[in-house]
């Protein structure tokens, strides 16, 4: 009873700020319906992706999970149980597991690490158990443990419906890359862990006076972002990824939690980004919770972008990203 898997990480194009509230924290139920590119990195020697390796054995007398070398207690074991148990009790297995997980990518600075994590988890777990569940059901499990997983669980191109029970609330994907052929180009300029976890800002969401308009302006653009992708139009896409970055970004500074996730570095690359559209380059940005910036644009502009960014001394280092292949399970093991 042991497998492993590797997921990549993703970028929202339209984000998950906020969740229902009736759906309680368990179930990471969103306010509206999402959509993201399942990201792989193919510069700066990092493929943004997740190995996860899940043994269940009479042998282990606990549940315990390694995350690059650390070993997880209280409620970073609590989440990772919250997949596995459901898989577990499916079934009909009483072993404990033994876990161990790798990143290629700096953990908690906003790259969405526990995106690709929680989905590598949850297709390494079933597989260990010997359950052949669809990837929509599977996106359900990864949910639990954290939402942006949930739309890990495919490649390419991804729309999270934000459902209002466990079974409605799954990813689909929208396409693999080839019909919206986009990269972005990722500015960081902070590796450190994020002060305040996603996990924590979720629940303050609903306290800035513009988390409504915020979702019901979001639950717009998930459609229109989604048929943008199938026509092959990037300045609708990335425009409205933009804005509704930015949407977020005003939630979560006007929360009672006040976030302020953007550093003066992040505000150059804006302005960079702005200046490269002003010279005629398509590109727009995408901020997660975190300083660091995703550009999207043109594989072959892409290039053009790396360099003008990296000209910045406040840039640290560039990955460039393009839409990852479907998540899957592999031979090899990590103990
Ligand atoms: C800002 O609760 O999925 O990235 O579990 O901490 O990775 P973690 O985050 P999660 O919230 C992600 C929020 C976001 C926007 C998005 O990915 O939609």
Redesign the pocket.
């Known amino acids: 009873m042991k497998a492993s898997a590797i997921s990549h990480s993703?970028?929202?194009l339209?984000?998950?700020?906020g969740r229902q509230e009736d759906g309680g924290r368990g179930m990471?139920l969103?306010l509206n319906d999402?959509v993201?590119m399942t990201k792989e990195g193919i510069s700066g020697g990092s493929k943004l992706m997740s190995h996860t390796t899940v043994e269940f054995s009479r042998s282990y007398e606990m549940d315990s999970m390694v995350l690059e070398g650390r070993e997880l207690t209280g409620r970073e074991l609590e989440?990772v149980r919250l997949v596995v148990d459901p898989l577990r009790t499916k079934a009909g297995v009483e072993e404990h597991f033994r876990i161990g997980s790798r990143n290629d990518f700096p953990t908690?600075a906003?790259l969405?690490?526990?995106?690709a994590g929680?989905s590598a988890l949850a297709i390494a777990a079933s597989s260990a158990l010997g359950l052949d569940l669809s990837r929509e059901e599977l996106s359900t499990w990864a949910r639990l443990?954290?939402?942006?997983?949930v739309?890990s669980l495919h490649g390419g191109f991804v729309y999270w419906h934000k459902g209002s029970s466990h079974e409605t609330s799954f990813a689909e994907k929208v396409c693999q890359g080839a019909p919206f052929p986009l990269n972005a180009v990722i500015a960081i300029v902070n590796e450190g862990r994020k002060g305040v976890?996603?996990?924590v800002?979720?629940e303050h969401a609903h306290t800035s006076p513009f988390n409504s308009i915020r979702t019901e302006l979001s639950q717009k653009e998930a459609l229109l972002v989604r048929d943008a992708i199938l026509d092959n139009d990037l300045r609708t896409v990335g425009s409205i990824a933009e804005r509704n970055s930015k949407y977020?970004h005003a939630v979560m500074m006007t929360s009672d939690l006040p976030l302020y996730y953007w550093q003066g570095e992040t505000l150059k690359v804006i302005r960079s980004v702005h200046a490269m559209r002003d010279r005629g380059l398509e590109v727009y940005f995408t901020i997660?919770?975190g300083p660091n910036v995703h550009c999207l644009c043109r594989p072959e502009d892409a290039l053009e972008v790396q360099k003008e960014l990296e000209g910045g001394e406040h840039v640290l280092r560039t990955i460039i990203a393009r839409p990852a292949e479907d998540p899957h399970t592999i031979d090899e093991h990590l103990f």
């Open positions: 993703n970028i929202a339209i984000k998950y700020w990471n969103p999402n993201s989440r908690a906003g969405a690490s526990s995106a929680f443990g954290s939402g942006s997983a739309r976890s996603s996990d800002g979720h977020m997660d919770a």
